[in-house]
């Protein structure tokens, strides 16, 4: 029993969910750590004796800042990006650092944690191996606003003299920042004998403002159509870049629809299709996605990362045995179903890693059989159970 839930647990550890999951309550704990540091927890070890009480409390303002940070990275986990795991173990090594030098009551177990995190994600490097994928737009969005942090903190920094409260090139970023966002505490401004200052000040202002505007649209778009798509019902060839916890059905065909029509409503709905016919529904939790359904890009969009299940039941044994492997082979840990047209298929599709295999054949001959063995109307009184349900 102990050897048995000890093998469940590690499992759990080394699979991606487990992981996400892990790097989330460390960014929790480094939180509430910074937190209970900067209210003045009682300190626990030497360490805390030999520092200034200036760097504990900036280790336990930065390890907050850290946890955020950590949380955030933890989303580009859940969708296997490269540069979330590079992110991530550096953010994990600091938090270690913070922890040490927080020494407060919730220190001995946020470094466990991330000691335990930081191997966890050393050993898993194979799993998250994608690339972050952007559109011409999100880059073009993305470097107007580094350009324009970089003009503002370069050209109020060379009129640092002309400025009030500004001295460093943090004092030149700080400026930038909070006169782009609109927030302007009034600490740093120009002076007033000089207009060039003034008017450079408002150049910043106007070009900060826009490319924040741009990059806020640019983000906050997709998501407002995707909205509108579903409010309209309009599935055709849907984005699925906001969907999480939804269930894959590989492929559409008369085998199919049965099953659509009993999911949906319980949870969003991710139809792939790789023909022109449209789908029978128009609910607005049910969306289509034109693809071949044996092509690794078609479900790197389908975000098998976040999906409940995929489920493979057309009538074509042969070309659904090949979307098993293609979906195995992009998610190791997501769950998938699948139906047998022929009964001999069974034991190839759990070979290429198919978690339930159920012959729609073989249930029916049993139904039929059992019927005929005790002259009961058994199989109409199981349908009728599956309907009621």
Known sequence: MIDTAKSVSISYIKSTKGIVQLVAVLSVLSIVTGVATLTGAAKINFIAEQLPSSAIESAGFTGALTGFLLFLTSYGLRRRWRAAWYASLFLVLTVTIQGVLQSSAFSTPLV??????????????????RNITLTDTQIAAGLALVGAQAYGTIGTYSLRNDFRGIDTLLDAFYFTIVTGSTVGYGDATPVPESGFARLYALSVLIVSTVTFAVALGTLLTPVIENRFSKALGMTNDAEPDQLSD?????????????????????????????????????????LELHGSRTSNATFERARLDVARAVVIATENDAEDIMTAITVRNQDDDIWIVAAATNKENIEKFRFVGVNTVISPALVGGELLAESARSQQDAATEVVQRLQDK
Do not use: N
């Not at 099953?259 to 029978?280: E, H, R, Y």
């Open 246 to 286: 939804h269930i894959v059905i590989a492929g559409y065909d008369q085998s199919t629809i049965p099953i659509i029509d009993d999911l949906q409503g319980d949870c969003p709905l991710l139809v792939i299709s790789d023909t022109d016919k449209a789908l029978s529904v128009t609910e607005p939790d049910v």
């Open 112 to 129: 466990l944690l991330s000691f335990i995190v930081f191997i966890v994600l050393l050993t898993k490097k194979e799993v998250f191996d």
